[in-house]
Structures are given as structure tokens and as C-alpha cells.
T-cell receptor, first 114, second 110 residues
Framework: AQSVTQLDSQVPVFEEAPVELRCNYS??????LFWYVQYPNQGLQLLLK??????LVKGINGFEAEFNKSQTSFHLRKPSVHISDTAEYFC????????????FGAGTRLFVKA | NAGVTQTPKFQVLKTGQSMTLQCAQD?????MSWYRQDPGMGLRLIHY???????DQGEVPNGYNVSRSTTEDFPLRLLSAAPSQTSVYFC?????????FGSGTRLTVV
């Protein structure tokens, strides 16, 4: 069965600094990988997804992630963060065709300071 | 375009009561899922459906029932509420790898 580990529960960073949110997964088969963002008191919004092909995936709001099969990782990066990026970020994995059975990590709270 | 609509937004139940959390989508998506979100635990999958008439268990199905009689609706039933079911519940609908989430139902069981 698939599982997801987000290595940092909280990441504080200053505005305009780069950030990396780390995610490792385990699965016995090929996987599809996702990052979602949750702003306070809202549902989750899809940031980006890796299905196949290029291991560098670009998403919305200037975020990107790199799939590393040998290290079973899917880290999320942004070269320069804004106050508005303060939110909780979830890494997720799916083994099913179509992505219907998606399992989430525990989340990383990104806090951007002025 | 509403997307995924969850009702109610807030609910307080007494231990042992039953209730149904409603979820409706207007995107004609095949897949729907229910998650619960608890502090420090992320989202945990309760039940999911790959189409009308087809449901399956997720990570934490005990105490919950679902059915999917139409593409649009995927209600979640709590048969006998327990304090451990205090949580925020999210419904999601999707196809082609990626879900659209509702805004959640905050449930408190006292």
C-alpha cells in the first residue's frame, strides 16, 4: 500500500527567500504524485501533479516539484516566496489509474515572515 | 459553477446520534471521495467511489457508510456518532488525476 511522509511539519521562511518542502513516498508500483495547498478555513486546491514524462513539474503560483524515483521523493520548491504563500501544503500519492484512491501526507505548514 | 458542495458547514451531535453529511458535484466527475482532517494527521481517506453504484473503503472506514446512487451525490453516513469522529470532513470529486475539494463540514460530537 502506498504511503506519504512529509519530513517537516512547519517551515518558517522570510519573504522573497527560496523554500523547499520535502516529501517522500512508498509504493510497490508506479505512482502518481500531487501537491495540494490549503489556505485557512478552505478546502484543498491542486498545485501540481506528476503523472509521467519530465521529472520537473511546474504548477500554479510559481511552484515546481521534482520527481526522483531512486530516492522516492517529490519535493516542492519555490525560488521566492510571498506572504500570501502562507498556508498548509499536502503531498499526496495515488496508485490507481485515474488517481481515484489518493493518500495524503500529514501536511507542512509554511509560514512566510515579512 | 459550484464544483463540490458540502452541507452542512457546521454540526454538533450528541454521542450515539446518527446523521448524513451531504456532498454534491456538478462537474460530472467519475471519482468521489470522503476524507477527514485532524490536526497533525493530514487527510485520511474514509471511503471512495469510482462511479455510480461502486464504492470502496479507504484508510479509516469504521463507523461510516456511503452509497453512490447517482454521479452527482455521495453522502456520508455516521451510524452512531462517537467523540473520536469529531473532525473536519472533506468531500472531493475528480477525474484524470486530481481532485476538486468542497469547503468542508466541521463536525463536533459531544
Amino acid at each position: 500500500a502506498q504511503s506519504v511522509t512529509q519530513l517537516d511539519s512547519q517551515v518558517p521562511v522570510f519573504e522573497e527567500a527560496p523554500v523547499e518542502l520535502r516529501c517522500n513516498y512508498s509504493s510497490s508500483v508506479s505512482v502518481y504524485l500531487f501537491w495540494y495547498v490549503q489556505y485557512p478555513n478552505q478546502g484543498l486546491q491542486l498545485l501540481l501533479k506528476y503523472l509521467s514524462g519530465s521529472t520537473l513539474v511546474k504548477g500554479i503560483n510559481g511552484f515546481e516539484a521534482e520527481f526522483n524515483k531512486s530516492q522516492t521523493s517529490f519535493h516542492l520548491r519555490k525560488p521566492s516566496v510571498h506572504i500570501s504563500d502562507t498556508a498548509e501544503y499536502f503531498c499526496a500519492v495515488s496508485e490507481g489509474t485515474g488517481g481515484f484512491k489518493t493518500i495524503f501526507g500529514a501536511g507542512t505548514r509554511l509560514f512566510v515572515k515579512a | 459553477n459550484a464544483g463540490v458542495t458540502q452541507t452542512p458547514k457546521f454540526q454538533v451531535l450528541k454521542t450515539g446520534q446518527s446523521m448524513t453529511l451531504q456532498c454534491a458535484q456538478d462537474m460530472n466527475h467519475e471519482y468521489m471521495s470522503w476524507y477527514r482532517q485532524d490536526p497533525g494527521m493530514g487527510l485520511r481517506l474514509i471511503h471512495y467511489s469510482v462511479g455510480a453504484g461502486i464504492t470502496d473503503q479507504g484508510e479509516v472506514p469504521n463507523g461510516y457508510n456511503v452509497s453512490r446512487s447517482t454521479t452527482e451525490d455521495f453522502p456520508l453516513r455516521l451510524l452512531s456518532a462517537a467523540p473520536s469522529q469529531t473532525s473536519v470532513y472533506f468531500c472531493a470529486a475528480g477525474q484524470n488525476y486530481g481532485y476538486t475539494f468542497g469547503s468542508g463540514t466541521r463536525l463536533t460530537v459531544v
